[in-house]
T-cell receptor, first 111, second 114 residues
């Protein structure tokens, strides 16, 4: 079945860049998403990328997609303490409504 | 719009009791998802509905769990009887039809079964 993998933890210093990585197995994935979950809250969509793109930039966020290697990354420039959260990678194919979420990467931003 | 609404936000119950979690999706959304989140297993999809019809319930852990969507604006997830291992945060999410289909998550219900 489909599988999405992420490293579970990442620590960075405030002001540095964070790079969160994700790998997926479903080659038919059409959309790939990054969600953010702050403590005690639900998930919120940060950004998404369509599978025919290899990069998307939105302010401090840069998403890179390597479709050949089925690798997705999220780069957060100038990481702030408010960026501390769990970041989930998710994929969806073009056929169904179902999302497959990764286990989430807990980002800790150190002062 | 108020977003996806879930109630209660917190529930504490004793083993063996029935628990009902409620969800009101965003108006106009035709897909609804129930997820469970635990430290051990992460975020798991339990069931999802499209146009009030259950499409995939393969994630429902066992017969003690049931979900209904009697109309487009309301869904329930019931656990009967509840067990301590059901303790988790349960999220409801909704999405509208369309190409990129963002899922909007509710705030979750934190369930503790003693």
């Amino acid at each position: 079945g489909e599988d999405v993998e992420q490293s579970l933890f990442l620590s960075v210093r405030e002001g540095d860049s964070s790079v969160i990585n994700c790998t997926y197995t479903d080659s038919s994935s059409t959309y790939l998403y990054w969600y953010k979950q702050e403590p005690g809250a639900g998930l919120q969509l940060l950004t998404y990328i369509f599978s025919n793109m290899d990069m998307k930039q939105d302010q401090r966020l840069t998403v890179l997609l390597n479709k050949k290697d089925k690798h997705l990354s999220l780069r957060i420039a100038d990481t702030q303490t408010g960026d501390s959260a769990i970041y989930f990678c998710a994929e969806r194919d073009n056929y169904g409504q179902n999302f497959v979420f990764g286990p989430g990467t807990r980002l800790s931003v150190l002062p | 719009d108020a977003g996806v609404i879930q109630s209660p936000r917190h529930e504490v119950t004793e083993m063996g009791q029935e628990v009902t979690l409620r969800c009101k999706p965003i108006s106009g959304h035709n897909s609804l998802f129930w997820y469970r989140q635990t430290m051990m297993r992460g975020l798991e999809l339990l069931i999802y509905f499209n146009n009030n019809v259950p499409i995939d319930d393969s994630g429902m852990p066992e017969d003690r769990f049931s979900a209904k969507m009697p109309n487009a604006s309301f869904s329930t997830l019931k656990i009967q009887p509840s067990e301590p291992r059901d303790s988790a945060v349960y999220f409801c999410a909704s999405a509208e039809g369309g190409s990129y289909n963002e899922q909007f998550f509710g705030p979750g219900t934190r369930l503790t079964v003693l």
